[in-house]
């Protein structure tokens, strides 16, 4: 089955700092999606992205589908940003990376 | 809109016992999927519905897992017996179709004692 990778695996900023995640997949995918769960376990939705840029305030997101990654950038990092970040991709069904749990300190 | 709606938020049992989650999914969408998030580890699939057929359940324990999706909307998952591996956040997600956004419940987390 196809593989998802994120890199790093764990990352600690400083408030104010900018920071770039990673998602690799093995194989051609319909979907790409990125969230963000925080310390309570909520799964939330930041981007739908199959292919191309999109942006939502500090963040955004840039899909290469033919090179099959992702990137999520997130600036001007915030304590609030802190939690694990995961990938999940749709060749047929949702599947998810390992994630990058992200730890922002003021 | 309301969003993907799960019952209970937590649960204690003992091993052995039966246990059952709920979950709604966002109206409209035909797609229900029942994951299983252990501590540490990204969300690993459990069984996926298309309205109410079960079109993948490979990762599914049926020995002691069990899921329906009466009239593909509610969707119920349970376990009997519980067992102290099973410990663990089920989460319910649902979407219009695969290739669309999914979005996921707050999450039943389980403990087994």
């Known amino acids: 089955g196809i593989q998802v990778e994120q890199s790093p695996p764990d990352l600690i900023l400083q408030e104010g700092a900018n920071s770039t995640l990673r998602c690799n997949f093995s194989?051609?995918?319909?979907?790409l999606q990125w969230f963000h769960q925080n310390p309570w376990g909520q799964l939330i939705n930041l981007f739908y992205i199959p292919s191309g840029t999109k942006q939502n305030g500090r963040l955004s997101a840039t899909t290469v589908a033919t090179e099959r990654y992702s990137l999520l950038y997130i600036s001007s990092s915030q304590t609030t940003d802190s939690g694990v970040y995961f990938c999940?991709?749709?060749?047929?069904?949702?599947?998810f990376g390992t994630g990058t749990r992200l730890q922002v300190f003021p | 809109e309301a969003g993907v709606v799960q019952s209970p938020r937590y649960k204690i049992i003992e091993k052995k016992q039966p246990v059952a989650f709920w979950c709604n999914p966002i109206s409209g969408h035909n797609t229900l999927y029942w994951y299983l998030q252990n501590l540490g580890q990204g969300p690993e699939l459990l069984i996926r519905y298309e309205n109410e057929e079960a079109v993948d359940d490979s990762q599914l324990p049926k020995d002691r897992f069990s899921a329906e999706r009466l009239k593909g909307v509610d969707s119920t998952l349970k376990i009997q017996p519980a067992e102290l591996g099973d410990s663990a956040v089920y989460l319910c997600?649902?979407?219009?179709?695969?290739?669309?956004?999914?979005?996921f419940g707050q999450g039943t987390r389980l403990t087994v004692v």
């Open positions: 194989d051609s995918v319909n979907n």
């Open positions: 997600a649902s979407c219009r179709t695969p290739n669309t956004e999914a979005f």
């Open positions: 999940a991709v749709v060749p047929d069904k949702l599947i």
